[in-house]
């Protein structure tokens, strides 16, 4: 039996389901469940995930990943990335040097800051598992599609961080949590490998809590702009680098 089709098989819980926070370590509370799996949301940083007991395992998770395609002449795909690229366009000028992580087999977002100039490494866990890239440092980050797979999401944001140079960029994109309501019929929740769901209140949290200045560029794009050495200097909450 797959994982997948153990998780459908699966009890929901009652109600008095609770765990930490991946992202903030808080305890979170039952929120809701669907059909298929049961989600808690965090009371202090709101974001809202799945129980790693409902969660994939590596294997079942790269058969779901490798579904998708996302080929890199595909004009619909190179619209669908227009929005971060623009947001990152606008705020950091080449020769910058960029991470792609969540790249994915078809990086095609890295293709088109390469056309503008840009230097990219890349990085993903199934299709570019290049640990050494994750050692450098960086003036910009993307991730595309790729913090609502994220298990431990308060873990992986850190390692990005530590990777960005004072004054650099994190772009993601990702859909956010309005409501209670409209996340009960969200699209979003149907993919089994979305594991993590965040608000805007997440993003202001870690904001706040990592000192970035927070851009909010659209529906489903964000930049976080971590602080330049004279900033960090004067407050306390400044992030490890």
């Known amino acids: 039996m797959s994982r997948?089709?153990?998780?459908?098989?699966?009890k929901l819980p009652n109600e008095n389901l609770s765990a930490p926070c991946p992202l903030c370590g808080t305890q979170a509370a039952?929120?809701?469940a669907d059909a298929r799996r049961p989600y808690l949301r965090c009371p202090l940083c709101e974001l809202v995930f799945v129980p790693s007991p409902w969660q994939l395992d590596s294997a079942s998770e790269k058969?779901?990943?490798?579904?998708?395609?996302?080929a890199l002449d595909d004009p619909g795909y190179r619209r669908f990335l227009e929005r971060p690229f623009a947001a990152l366009r606008e705020r950091v000028s080449p020769p910058a040097e960029g991470l792609d992580f969540g790249c994915g087999p078809g990086p095609l977002l890295a293709r088109l800051l390469e056309e503008e100039g840009f230097s990219i490494a890349l990085y993903d866990p199934f299709y570019a598992n290049a640990p050494d890239t994750l050692s450098r440092r960086y003036d910009f980050i993307t991730a595309?599609?790729?913090f609502e797979h994220l298990r431990e999401p308060g873990r992986t944001l850190q390692r990005l961080l530590n990777c960005l140079r004072p004054g650099g960029w994190l772009v993601v994109m990702t859909k956010r949590v309005r409501d209670r309501e409209a996340f009960a019929r969200w699209h979003y929740t149907h993919d089994p490998t979305h594991v993590a769901f965040?608000?805007?209140t997440s993003f202001t949290w870690i904001a706040k809590q990592h000192n970035l200045h927070l851009d909010i560029v659209g529906a489903d794009v964000i930049a976080l702009r971590k602080a330049?050495?004279?900033?960090?200097?004067?407050?306390?909450?400044?992030?490890?680098?």
């Not at 058969?63 to 996302?70: F, P």
Request: charged letters at 30%.
């Open 4 to 10: 997948l089709s153990h998780i459908r098989d699966m």
């Open 63 to 70: 058969s779901e990943y490798d579904k998708h395609r996302n």
């Open 198 to 200: 965040f608000s805007e």
């Open 228 to 241: 330049a050495p004279d900033a960090e200097k004067s407050t306390t909450t400044g992030c490890i680098c």
């Open 144 to 146: 595309t599609e790729v």
């Open 30 to 32: 039952f929120w809701q």
